[in-house]
Structures are given as C-alpha cells and as structure tokens.
C-alpha cells in the first residue's frame, strides 16, 4: 500500500491524558498536512509542513497541540492534557509541491479516531 | 464569510440515474484550484476530481465531471449512472495559490438508492 497511512485508527483516553497520532505520507510527497473533522462538518485546517519544516499554523492549534515531521518523512501530532472537545477525527494528507496539476491534490490517510471520555 | 458553501446537506437519487451536488465558493485569489472528495463511512477522504481556476474546459474523471461556471463561483458536481457505491459524503474544498490550506465545505450526504 503506498497511500497515506495514519496510526492507530481509533483511540479512546481519559481527559487529562496525553496521546499522539502518527502519520506517513505517500514516499515521494514532501507536503504535509493535519486536519481535523468533527461529525457533521468538513476538515479544518490544523498546520502544514514542508520537508521538516512546518510552515503554517492554524489558530485552532492550541498550546496543547504539537506536530513535528523530524526528517521530512512521517510526521506526529500530540495532544496534551485532552479535552472532550478534542474529540474528533484527526486526519493526516500529503501531496507534492510540483506544477499544476499534479501538484495541486492533497491525498488523504483514512484518519484516528480519537475519543475522550 | 464560508469560502466553501455547499447548501444541500443529504441527496437521494435512483440508481443508475444523475445527479448534481452543489458547491459555490467565495475568493478574491484569480488563482485557484478547486476539488471533491468523497467520504464513505470508514472515513477516509477520497479525490475525485481537480479544476482550475485557468482551465478553460470542465474537468471530467470517469463519472465524475466538474460544471465550472466562473462567473457564478460555482463548481458542482456531476455524477452520472450514479452506483450504490455512490453513497457517501460528498465535500467540494478549494486552495488558493497565495495560500497553502485547503478549505472544505461542509458536505452532501448522497444516498442511492436501488
């Protein structure tokens, strides 16, 4: 399989609990990108990287939320001290920065389910 | 403002027969790209189908075809001979060239129906 993939699929932790979501992007993609999906409503936009740098940061990404792509090839998303509201799906997707149009779609993981009771 | 406005929150339609699921979109970018995906139950985001803001013909993948109308900010989706496979979530999203984020709308739930 050479899609996006994203680890674990689903995760269920106790509020207050730190948790971390991992990601790896199609091989060649040097793009990088977390959304998050809540039910009922489309993706949201969370932050970006290219290569290992990361670029761009949506203000829904508080203090508690952390991303990192160390070597420009898997990434990771934490959450510290969840919250209920941090229930949602957290999806990862890449693409390559190239011409249009090949370098214009994102291609998406099949997202982690994170639920905090 | 919604930079993604999609107004019909669920769509049946008869198999095998066409249907439109709307989307209109809101940029001031003169360049710009626009999508859709669809989503099934298991939560992955599928791509179907690109437009660009510069091209000069709808798009078409299989199926699939983009009805872009510029002037109105517009840019449905045609499916036709429509499947029970079909059924799914539907989002239109668009990237701005002076931007790096894709922005979603919040989907069309599309049920086929046998």
């Known amino acids: 399989d050479t899609g996006v993939s994203q680890d674990p699929r689903h995760k269920i932790t106790k509020r207050g609990q730190n948790v971390t979501f991992r990601c790896d992007p199609i091989?060649?993609?040097?793009?990088l990108y977390w959304y998050r999906q809540t039910l009922g409503q489309g993706p949201e936009f969370l932050t970006y990287f290219q290569n290992e740098a990361q670029l761009e940061k949506s203000r829904l990404l508080s203090d508690r939320f952390s991303a990192e792509r160390p070597k420009g090839s898997f990434s990771t998303l934490e959450i510290q001290r969840t919250e209920q509201g941090d229930s949602a799906m957290y999806l990862c997707?890449?693409?390559?920065?190239?011409?249009?149009?090949?370098?214009?779609?994102?291609?998406f993981g099949e997202g982690s389910w994170l639920t905090v009771v | 403002a919604q930079k993604i406005t999609q107004t019909q929150p669920g769509m049946f339609v008869q198999e095998k027969e066409a249907v439109t699921l709307d989307c209109t979109y809101d940029?001031?970018?003169?360049?710009?790209?626009l999508f859709w995906y669809k989503q099934p139950s298991s939560g992955e985001m599928i791509f179907l189908i690109y437009q660009g803001s510069y091209d000069q013909q709808n798009a078409t993948e299989g199926r699939y075809s983009l009805n872009f109308q510029k002037a109105r900010k517009s840019a449905n989706l045609v499916i036709s001979a429509s499947q029970l496979g079909d059924s799914a979530m539907y989002f239109c999203a668009m990237r701005e060239t002076t931007g790096n984020q894709f922005y979603f709308g919040t989907g069309t739930s599309l049920t086929v129906i046998p």
């Open positions: 997707a890449s693409s390559l920065l190239a011409a249009p149009p090949s370098g214009n779609t994102i291609y």
């Open positions: 940029t001031s970018d003169p360049s710009y790209g």
């Open positions: 091989s060649e993609h040097n793009r």
